[in-house]
T-cell receptor, first 113, second 118 residues
Framework: NAGVTQTPKFQVLKTGQSMTLQCAQDMNHEYMSWYRQDPGMGLRLIHYSVGAGITDQGEVPNGYNVSRSTTEDFPLRLLSAAPSQTSVYFC????????????FGPGTRLLVL | AQTVTQSQPEMSVQEAETVTLSCTYDTSENNYYLFWYKQPPSRQMILVIRQEAYKQQNATENRFSVNFQKAAKSFSLKISDSQLGDTAMYFCAFMSPNSGGSNYKLTFGKGTLLTVNP
C-alpha cells in the first residue's frame, strides 16, 4: 500500500512549456484534490474530483486543467507554464464518510523560469 | 467563507518542554472537522491530530493534544516533552463537508514554524 504518490519530485520548466504532474492513490479513495503551496500563503485548492469522470474548480484554478478517468489517477496539467506557477504542488485523497482525513502525496516542486 | 488564522509565525521551545500553538477559525457551519498537519523539511504533509466539532472531548495522540473551544472558535495544539524531530512547520486546517460544492476542501492557516532547541 503506497498511499498517495506523485511524480516528478522536482521539475524545471521554461515559460510557455507544458507538463503534467502525476498523482496516483491505491486506497480506492473517491475524493482527490490538488493544492499549491506558496511561501506565506499556506496551501490553496486548485482543483478537486469527487469520483471518476467528475472534476471541479477550487479557489485558484486558472492555468491548470485536470481530468479523472480512473479512481486511482488524478493528473494536473499546465498548458502554458508561467513564472507565477512556481510553487510546490500537493495531491491529496480521502474516502467519503470515513475518517474525513486527507492523505497527502510527497509533493512536486516546480520552478518556471 | 471559512478562514483559519495562526497568529504565531514562529515559535521555539527547549527539548523536553511543552509548547502550545494557537489557531482560530471563523465559520457559520455547525458540522466540521479541524486538523493539525506537520510539515518537516522533507515537505511531506503529515497528519498530527484531528478533531470532530460535534465531540466535546479534546483529541489526544501520544504527546500531542488539542484544546478545542467551539464557542470561541479556537483550536490550539499542545506538544508535550518536545523532541528535536518535532521541528517543522505546523498547519491548522478546517474542513466542513457541507459547505457548498467543494465539499472536502481544506482551508489552511499560514502555518507556524516550530523549532525545538537541544
Amino acid at each position: 500500500n503506497a498511499g498517495v504518490t506523485q511524480t516528478p519530485k522536482f521539475q524545471v520548466l521554461k515559460t510557455g512549456q507544458s507538463m503534467t504532474l502525476q498523482c496516483a492513490q491505491d486506497m480506492n479513495h473517491e475524493y482527490m484534490s490538488w493544492y499549491r503551496q506558496d511561501p506565506g500563503m499556506g496551501l490553496r485548492l486548485i482543483h478537486y474530483s469527487v469520483g471518476a469522470g467528475i472534476t471541479d474548480q477550487g479557489e485558484v484554478p486558472n492555468g491548470y486543467n485536470v481530468s479523472r478517468s480512473t479512481t486511482e489517477d488524478f493528473p494536473l496539467r499546465l498548458l502554458s507554464a508561467a513564472p507565477s506557477q512556481t510553487s510546490v504542488y500537493f495531491c491529496a485523497s480521502t474516502q467519503f464518510l470515513a475518517s474525513e482525513t486527507q492523505y497527502f502525496g510527497p509533493g512536486t516542486r516546480l520552478l518556471v523560469l | 467563507a471559512q478562514t483559519v488564522t495562526q497568529s504565531q509565525p514562529e515559535m521555539s521551545v527547549q527539548e523536553a518542554e511543552t509548547v502550545t500553538l494557537s489557531c482560530t477559525y471563523d465559520t457559520s457551519e455547525n458540522n466540521y472537522y479541524l486538523f493539525w498537519y506537520k510539515q518537516p523539511p522533507s515537505r511531506q504533509m503529515i497528519l498530527v491530530i484531528r478533531q470532530e466539532a460535534y465531540k466535546q472531548q479534546n483529541a489526544t495522540e501520544n504527546r500531542f493534544s488539542v484544546n478545542f473551544q467551539k464557542a470561541a472558535k479556537s483550536f490550539s495544539l499542545k506538544i508535550s516533552d518536545s523532541q528535536l524531530g518535532d521541528t517543522a512547520m505546523y498547519f491548522c486546517a478546517f474542513m466542513s463537508p457541507n459547505s457548498g460544492g467543494s465539499n472536502y476542501k481544506l482551508t489552511f492557516g499560514k502555518g507556524t514554524l516550530l523549532t525545538v532547541n537541544p
